[in-house]
């Protein structure tokens, strides 16, 4: 059974790097970190949606899964400024989807993700 949000959560990634690297450019390492933080935050959100047997993202979570996207970006730009100066923005983090997500009663997915790409970018 294929479930839809970590697929589209790979398709976004690759998409978000493509676009940094046509506009600030990125090195290998910058691709690296960014594909590493993509594949795991992809396969957690597998795991998870196998054992809450879900089949297909709420908005919550797809909001949620976009901001972690983000931070795959934010990731690779970390990473390619260690092999050469660029310019890094701050990302800030909302709260207004996790408050959404914790208000939602359907799924213990919902806040468990938002806390994890919480985690996430302010460990970037």
Excluded: H
Excluded at 39 to 49: A, F, H, S, V
Excluded at 58 to 66: D, E, I, K, S
Excluded at 71 to 98: C, K, Q
Aim: some cysteine; overall charge positive; hydrophobic content about 55%.
């Amino acid at each position: 059974m294929v479930r839809t949000g970590p697929v589209t959560g790979v398709i976004a990634q690759i998409v978000l790097l493509a676009a940094l690297a046509g506009t600030v450019g990125m090195s290998v390492t910058g691709w690296l970190a960014g594909v590493v933080c993509g594949l795991i935050k992809n396969t957690t959100l597998q795991q998870g949606l196998a054992r809450s047997s879900t089949l297909a993202l709420g908005p919550a979570n797809r909001v949620t899964l976009a901001r972690a996207t983000l931070v795959g970006g934010v990731s690779a730009l970390v990473a390619e400024s260690f092999a050469r100066p660029a310019a890094v923005t701050t990302m800030v983090v909302g709260a207004g989807d996790r408050r959404g997500a914790v208000r939602i009663r359907g799924s213990g997915l919902v806040p468990a993700m938002a806390a994890r790409a919480d985690a996430a970018a302010l460990l970037v």
